[in-house]
């Protein structure tokens, strides 16, 4: 037997785990390892790509394919290792490794879980994986990655993950038999997951990890899918593809020197039924001038789009046998697909279709235009503008928005822009010249600024009474700009400034009174007019009369005859 040693492997991130499964303690004593059951089929299920890694720490593991993804529709085995007695996954997905982590939206479910002695292990299985690139491009360090979110910390975890090819499709015939185990030792110890039944052709899948850090024997007949270790763990994954049907019974030697706890977990996958599925690949071919620069989306059956290129392909892998419509969507106004879309392919059992798309795109002779306005100040245009274009139809628009003209012939354009308001300006004048570029689009901005519209003041006089004012008086708005203004009369101040203003009448005679006082505070609307009146009341002075001029002669009696006269009646 090959005795196995710890060796760290390096890594990048890794994913988590969840619970439920039956699992056995065994006693520490060496079991019989038995007869190999399995030798290796020269087809059906084979070993894709396998990455892991140790020492991670979080709430969040992940671990990508790097530097090559898994084929679509290979499944994939993720199996996390890490320190605690409790589950804690909440859930268990896989992302693109690219800025913005895009989920990709495979479905993980959990097969077993198992804790003993202070340390966890959970596998989880997808099948018929997609919506990744295949190939993937090594160049962008973007990969399939799997990633487990937990609803708390680990000090110390780790991932191992492996994708394979020939698994069937459907995650419910998939996944056949499985078990876990546990158990402890200070020496030589077996650790054993338990015999499970297996299918013809299906895969047996093992992994054990344990918190001693010893060598260890690999189950008889087993190829290893890899080994992991650092300073506080060491895990092991192993395979085999059962030849026929019968039962498989894995079972690792460990060599502890200390008491350590050991788990092991045990699986088995079933093999695609070459009856009844079968894969496509969808090609694209595109011709002619002005060329799409987007790439198309293709999806089958109307489900998931992917993204391709305009000379191009993508694979669909282990879909079931028969028709499917495939369409491609995203093509320029300018290019015509030919042949039809979508077009109906018939998948056979077993083997591939391949859907060419033709695309043809004639040189643009059209283009686009967006107005834009963008304004500021105060007192906005409540009603929004108006566009016209070369003086066509009108198109409203908001006084912070825009709107579109698609399929502009290449070329000068006049937009012109009305309806602004007389507080608001266009900065750089209402009507623009623009280019219009075939196949491409310009913007024309209008900037608008308004500010808070003046208003007017009206002042009047009314004046009554006796002995009037024959000059009139005189008029101030704060102080300045001071009119003339007779008794009974009114002057205007225009394009006063929004707001309150004082307004002050004098050269009033000294018999007149004006009622409330010559001076008052007046508001002038915006946009609107004040008045404001001054009533004025005159009285006449009384008259006194002392008759005419007397003489008085020394020794003869004097007499005068004066009188008083009150018009007002006011004494």
Same mark, same amino acid.
């Given at each position: 037997?090959?005795?196995?040693?710890?060796?760290?492997?390096?890594?990048?991130?890794?994913?988590?785990?969840?619970?439920?499964?039956?699992?056995?303690?065994?006693?520490?004593?060496?079991?019989?390892?038995?007869?190999?059951?399995?030798?290796?089929?020269?087809?059906?299920?084979?070993?894709?790509?396998?990455?892991?890694?140790?020492?991670?720490?979080?709430?969040?593991?992940?671990?990508?394919?790097?530097?090559?993804?898994?084929?679509?529709?290979?499944?994939?085995?993720?199996?996390?290792?890490?320190?605690?007695?409790?589950?804690?996954?909440?859930?268990?997905?896989?992302?693109?490794?690219?800025?913005?982590?895009?989920?990709?939206?495979?479905?993980?479910?959990?097969?077993?879980?198992?804790?003993?002695?202070?340390?966890?292990?959970?596998?989880?299985?997808?099948?018929?994986?997609?919506?990744?690139?295949?190939?993937?491009?090594?160049?962008?360090?973007?990969?399939?990655?799997?990633?487990?979110?937990?609803?708390?910390?680990?000090?110390?975890?780790?991932?191992?993950?492996?994708?394979?090819?020939?698994?069937?499709?459907?995650?419910?015939?998939?996944?056949?038999?499985?078990?876990?185990?546990?158990?402890?030792?200070?020496?030589?110890?077996?650790?054993?997951?338990?015999?499970?039944?297996?299918?013809?052709?299906?895969?047996?899948?093992?992994?054990?990890?344990?918190?001693?850090?010893?060598?260890?024997?690999?189950?008889?007949?087993?190829?290893?899918?890899?080994?992991?270790?650092?300073?506080?763990?060491?895990?092991?994954?192993?395979?085999?593809?059962?030849?026929?049907?019968?039962?498989?019974?894995?079972?690792?030697?460990?060599?502890?020197?200390?008491?350590?706890?050991?788990?092991?977990?045990?699986?088995?996958?079933?093999?695609?039924?070459?009856?009844?599925?079968? +894969?496509? $690949? %969808? &090609?694209?071919?595109? =011709?002619?001038?002005?060329?799409? !620069?987007? #790439?198309? @989306? *293709? /999806?089958?059956?109307?489900?998931?789009?992917?993204?391709?290129?305009?000379?191009?392909?993508?694979?669909?892998?282990?879909?079931?046998?028969?028709?499917?419509?495939?369409?491609?969507?995203?093509?320029?106004?300018?290019?015509?697909?030919?042949?039809?879309?979508?077009?109906?392919?018939?998948?056979?059992?077993?083997?591939?279709?391949?859907?060419?798309?033709?695309?043809?795109?004639?040189?643009?002779?059209?283009?686009?235009?967006?107005?834009?306005?963008?304004?500021?100040?105060?007192?906005?245009?409540?009603?929004?503008?108006?566009?016209?274009?070369?003086?066509?139809?009108?198109?409203?628009?908001?006084?912070?928005?825009?709107?579109?003209?698609?399929?502009?012939?290449?070329?000068?354009?006049?937009?012109?822009?009305?309806?602004?308001?007389? +507080?608001? $300006? %266009? &900065?750089?004048?209402? =009507?623009?010249?623009?280019?219009? !570029?075939? #196949?491409? @689009? *310009? /913007?024309?901005?209008?900037?608008?600024?308004?500010?808070?519209?003046?208003?007017?003041?009206?002042?009047?006089?009314?004046?009554?009474?006796?002995?009037?004012?024959?000059?009139?008086?005189?008029?101030?708005?704060?102080?300045?700009?001071?009119?003339?203004?007779?008794?009974?009369?009114?002057?205007?101040?225009?394009?006063?400034?929004?707001?309150?203003?004082?307004?002050?009448?004098?050269?009033?005679?000294?018999?007149?009174?004006?009622?409330?006082?010559?001076?008052?505070?007046?508001?002038?609307?915006?946009?609107?007019?004040?008045?404001?009146?001054?009533?004025?009341?005159?009285?006449?002075?009384?008259?006194?009369?002392?008759?005419?001029?007397?003489?008085?002669?020394?020794?003869?009696?004097?007499?005068?005859?004066?009188?008083?006269?009150?018009?007002?009646?006011?004494?």
């Amino acid at each position: 037997m090959h005795k196995r040693t710890a060796v760290a492997v390096s890594g990048i991130l890794a994913a988590a785990l969840l619970a439920a499964a039956c699992s056995d303690s065994t006693s520490p004593a060496r079991r019989a390892l038995g007869t190999p059951q399995f030798d290796f089929s020269p087809s059906g299920i084979t070993r894709n790509q396998v990455n892991g890694s140790l020492g991670l720490r979080g709430r969040t593991l992940m671990k990508g394919f790097n530097p090559t993804n898994p084929h679509h529709g290979d499944a994939i085995i993720a199996t996390f290792f890490w320190f605690g007695s409790t589950n804690i996954i909440d859930s268990v997905t896989d992302v693109l490794t690219d800025p913005s982590f895009t989920p990709v939206g495979n479905k993980y479910t959990l097969v077993e879980y198992v804790t003993s002695g202070g340390i966890s292990m959970a596998t989880y299985v997808a099948t018929s994986v997609q919506n990744f690139p295949d190939p993937n491009d090594p160049s962008t360090g973007v990969v399939l990655a799997v990633r487990a979110n937990l609803s708390d910390s680990v000090a110390e975890g780790g991932i191992e993950i492996s994708s394979w090819s020939g698994v069937e499709a459907v995650s419910a015939q998939a996944l056949g038999a499985h078990h876990t185990g546990f158990g402890s030792g200070s020496t030589t110890t077996v650790a054993d997951p338990g015999a499970i039944s297996v299918a013809a052709g299906a895969l047996v899948y093992g992994v054990t990890m344990s918190n001693g850090l010893a060598g260890r024997d690999p189950p008889p007949g087993f190829a290893n899918v890899q080994t992991q270790s650092d300073a506080s763990l060491v895990t092991e994954g192993d395979y085999a593809v059962q030849a026929s049907t019968g039962t498989a019974h894995p079972q690792w030697t460990w060599y502890f020197s200390s008491p350590s706890t050991w788990l092991a977990t045990v699986l088995t996958l079933n093999p695609a039924s070459s009856s009844t599925t079968g +894969n496509l $690949t %969808v &090609s694209t071919s595109t =011709t002619g001038s002005n060329l799409d !620069p987007d #790439g198309y @989306t *293709v /999806t089958v059956d109307g489900g998931s789009p992917q993204a391709i290129g305009i000379n191009a392909g993508v694979s669909y892998a282990n879909l079931s046998a028969g028709s499917h419509s495939v369409a491609l969507s995203g093509v320029a106004a300018n290019c015509t697909v030919t042949g039809g879309n979508p077009q109906t392919v018939s998948v056979p059992a077993g083997g591939t279709v391949t859907a060419a798309f033709a695309v043809s795109c004639a040189a643009t002779t059209t283009g686009n235009l967006t107005v834009s306005t963008s304004t500021s100040g105060s007192s906005l245009d409540p009603d929004g503008y108006t566009v016209t274009v070369d003086g066509g139809s009108p198109q409203a628009i908001g006084i912070n928005a825009s709107v579109s003209y698609p399929n502009l012939s290449a070329g000068g354009h006049s937009v012109a822009i009305s309806g602004v308001a007389a +507080n608001c $300006t %266009v &900065s750089g004048g209402n =009507t623009q010249t623009v280019t219009v !570029p075939a #196949g491409g @689009t *310009v /913007t024309a901005s209008f900037a608008v600024s308004c500010v808070t519209p003046p208003g007017n003041l009206t002042v009047s006089t009314s004046t009554t009474g006796a002995n009037l004012d024959p000059n009139g008086y005189t008029v101030t708005v704060d102080g300045v700009s001071p009119q003339a203004i007779g008794i009974n009369a009114s002057v205007t101040y225009t394009n006063l400034s929004a707001g309150t203003h004082t307004v002050a009448i004098s050269g009033v005679a000294a018999n007149c009174t004006v009622s409330g006082g010559t001076s008052r505070t007046v508001s002038v609307p915006s946009g609107g007019t004040a008045t404001t009146t001054f009533s004025v009341s005159c009285n006449a002075p009384p008259v006194v009369n002392a008759g005419p001029d007397q003489t008085a002669v020394t020794g003869l009696l004097y007499s005068f005859s004066p009188s008083f006269t009150d018009a007002n009646n006011d004494g």
